[in-house]
């Protein structure tokens, strides 16, 4: 499924029966289940236009071990907070880099929240969607503050 028009550009998504297993920034090849697909894109509408702040769509996030505890962990950062990729380190085991190379590969971003994810210092640093689109995505949840 595409959602072509979205603040960040057009949204690819695809899905199990389990649920939601990718979102990718542009247009790509995705599917699976429209009902999992429908309600996926209409929380993912509504979270970029600012009517939502959480997801309960179900989500099937591959196991594969550290990659894993980080995406699970980045679920736990609440809306509009962040945190550094050594703070989450120190929360979950590993090194910084480990975090940020879990986060790079999140099969998820948006839903699972890597965006709130900062560098040393709080600087904003690479993102799937780009850096604009990171920015935006933390000005939204924290009033325009980024």
């Not at 998504?13 to 297993?21: D, Q």
């Not at 550094?84 to 590993?94: D, K, P, Q, S, V």
């Not at 910084?96 to 998820?108: D, S």
Request: proline fraction near 8%.
């Amino acid at each position: 499924m595409i959602l072509p028009v979205t603040p960040v550009g057009p949204l690819s998504l695809s899905a199990t029966w389990r649920g939601l297993s990718g979102v990718w920034f542009g247009e790509r090849e995705g599917g699976g289940p429209a009902p999992v697909l429908k309600r996926a894109g209409q929380q993912i509408q509504e979270y970029l236009a600012g009517a939502r702040r959480e997801f309960d769509v179900p989500l099937d996030i591959p196991e594969l071990g550290f990659s894993s505890d980080v995406w699970r962990a980045l679920l736990e950062i609440p809306y509009g907070k962040t945190l550094t990729y050594g703070e989450m380190a120190t929360r979950i085991g590993g090194s910084a880099r480990a975090v940020g190379r879990a986060c790079g590969a999140n099969p998820l971003p948006l839903v699972v929240p890597c965006h709130r994810v900062l560098g040393k210092g709080g600087a904003i640093t690479g993102y799937g969607g780009g850096i604009a689109v990171k920015r935006f995505l933390l000005a939204l949840e924290s009033g325009g503050l980024f």
